[in-house]
């Protein structure tokens, strides 16, 4: 079985100011961890993953995720945020042997100028 | 590449009517996915395909929902009668074999009075 959970329906942070959008996973095994972005009317966008390796993971638009095994997470971020990176932002975990994604709810990311 | 093509985008109809809704993926890619999303449940995933065969579809909600895939460019989604339950915007994505990421179309945004 695998599952993702993202604690917080919206984050609300000013531009300029670091943000952090929490993710956490529970699967049989080792997991692949993705971040996709939604904005209005649109479909998912893939941002990045980890699949293995450094836990740091870069990806688009200067967002970063660092996996962290014995927490069982994978927070994003980035350090200074954006008014257009205002969207709905999804977690989502792959367990070793399953070939499909489980999404977390998604989190709203709010950035006021 | 025009990414991964849906339609309609969106759709209206009475309680009881059939809807078909449509889907093309990217050229080449082996894998493709039916996601619902509703602001209580999220995203759903409802069945997949792999090289136009059915391999999961334990999240089709019930009997009335049915999808096909007759060759590798075009997959159907069909909801026989409709209910205004199944209000949602429902999402096609796609991947190719080996790469973890998918791509998602646009969504069809179906509204059942």
């Known amino acids: 079985a695998q599952s993702v959970a993202q604690p917080e329906d919206q984050v609300n942070v000013a531009e300029g100011n670091p943000l952090t959008v929490k993710c956490t996973y529970s699967v049989s095994g080792n997991p692949y961890l993705f971040w996709y972005v939604q904005y209005p009317n649109r479909g998912l966008q893939f941002l990045l993953k980890?699949?293995?390796?450094?836990?740091l993971v870069k990806g688009s638009y200067g967002f970063e995720a660092e996996f962290n095994k014995s927490q069982t997470s994978f927070h994003l971020k980035k350090p200074s945020a954006l008014v257009s990176d205002s969207a709905l932002y999804f977690c989502a975990v792959r367990a070793s042997g399953y070939s499909t994604l489980t999404f977390g709810k998604g989190t709203m990311l709010l950035v006021s100028p | 590449d025009a990414g991964v093509i849906q339609s309609p985008r969106h759709e209206v109809t009475e309680m009881g009517q059939e809807v078909t809704l449509r889907c093309k993926p990217i050229s080449g890619h082996d894998y493709l996915f039916w996601y619902r999303q509703t602001m209580m449940r999220g995203l759903e995933l409802l069945i997949y395909f792999n090289n136009n065969v059915p391999i999961d579809d334990s999240g089709m909600p019930e009997d009335r929902f049915s999808a096909k895939m007759p060759n590798a460019s075009f997959s159907t989604l069909k909801i026989q009668p409709s209910e205004p339950r199944d209000s949602a915007v429902y999402f096609c994505?796609?991947?190719?074999?080996?790469?973890?990421?998918?791509?998602f179309g646009p969504g069809t945004r179906l509204t059942v009075t």
């Open positions: 994505a796609s991947r190719l074999a080996g790469v973890e990421e998918q791509y």
């Open positions: 980890y699949i293995t390796g450094d836990n």
